[in-house]
């Protein structure tokens, strides 16, 4: 009986991928980083447990892919809230400290105070969701400017051609929104206040891993890098 009981677990543990493996007393970052980050004072109750999962899920797929250039920052925009609420989070995963929330706009073509359609599709003037890497800065007519690479074909590519960006907007403000009940919008950029796209960009910048996730659509079910078997399916010609 113990002989057959030690095959069984020693099955189960070949079955295991790599990064699942556990030595005694030891966790895999991914749970030790998602167990930290959820009971987080800055964190609790801010950000959907649910999407924070999904973000660091994503996070570690793309850093085992060799696409993430800055470790341990991780930034969320969750579209599920309305413009009015602060839905932008810069948290440093290593510490477990949210370094930094605020408003962020959505594409005109994505709606009015709620984000409700989203596009990979230029003239489209829609947000695009799922996982990017940030770019580098530039200057150019919104100012300084972070570009946003899209790590997902199909979902969010069309990113760089379609200058998906993080800038700065005089319509990202909450006298903006006392005016006229929600923030303006963008043709497409996760735009952010005047005030702070200046210390947002400088804290994420140089190839830092980006979520912008809602529930609504059918993201989750195509996204490649939360569901990696998805990509080892034969295509059809």
């Known amino acids: ?14 079955a295991l991928p790599v990064a699942g493996r556990l030595v005694a007393g030891e966790k895999i970052p991914f749970q030790t980083n998602l167990s930290q980050l959820s009971q987080s004072p800055d964190l609790k109750n801010r950000i959907n447990p649910k999407v924070l999962s999904m973000a660091l899920s994503g996070y570690y797929s793309l850093k085992e892919q060799g696409k993430v250039g800055r470790e341990g920052i ?3 925009i969750d579209f599920n809230r309305p413009s009015v609420d602060e839905r932008l989070f810069v948290i440093d995963i290593n510490r477990g400290r949210l370094l930094y929330s605020g408003l962020v706009a959505h594409g005109s073509g994505s709606g009015d105070n709620y984000a409700e359609n989203f596009s990979n ?29 899209g790590m997902e074909r199909g979902i969010n590519d069309h990113a760089e051609s379609r200058s998906i960006v993080i800038h700065g907007a005089d319509y990202v403000s909450y006298d903006f929104i006392r005016k006229h009940g929600r923030l303006g919008r963008s043709q497409g950029c996760p735009a952010l206040s005047f005030e702070s796209f200046q210390q947002v960009i400088e804290l994420i910048k140089g190839g830092s891993c980006l ?10 079910m195509k996204s ?4 990696p078997e998805i990509a080892r399916r034969p295509t059809l010609s």
């Open 121 to 149: 599709a230029s003239g489209s003037h829609q947000s695009s969701l799922g996982f990017f890497t940030t770019g580098p800065t530039y200057s150019g007519k919104h100012g300084y400017s972070l570009k946003l690479l």
């Open 224 to 227: 490649t890098i939360l569901n």
């Open 211 to 220: 979520f912008i996730y809602h529930a609504a659509n059918d993201y989750v």
């Open 1 to 14: 009986m113990i002989r057959f009981f030690a095959m069984v677990v020693l099955v189960v543990m070949m």
């Open 74 to 76: 991780l930034t969320v």
